[in-house]
């Protein structure tokens, strides 16, 4: 059974997509048993992804509609605070 509450995943675009690229690969494979609903799927970013104003209130929708949060922290990560996340997720 797949798991339907949305999941959306923070992550470096420029270091550590190939840690995302590999749970989406989990996600489809019946090999591996793990299973998330990708709030990056929900929607698709349009030709105005390059206006810093949609963007941001694309994936502050997006964020707004998920269950839980996932952070990927890579290597080159420096240490945060969740609140630096800000408080745009819960009720």
């Known amino acids: 059974m797949a798991y339907s509450d949305p ?10 997509a190939w840690a995302y690229r590999f749970m989406k690969g989990w996600n489809a494979s019946e090999n591996v048993s793990f299973e998330f609903a990708n709030a990056h799927d929900l929607d698709n970013m349009t030709s105005r992804a390059q206006d810093e104003d949609y963007v941001k209130r694309n994936l502050r929708n997006r964020m707004n509609g998920s269950s839980q949060v996932l952070v ?4 080159n990560e420096k240490p945060f605070s969740l609140r630096a996340l800000g408080n745009g997720i819960g009720p």
Do not use: A, H, K
């Open 7 to 16: 999941t959306y995943v923070i992550f470096d675009g420029d270091e550590d």
């Open 72 to 75: 990927l922290i890579g290597e």
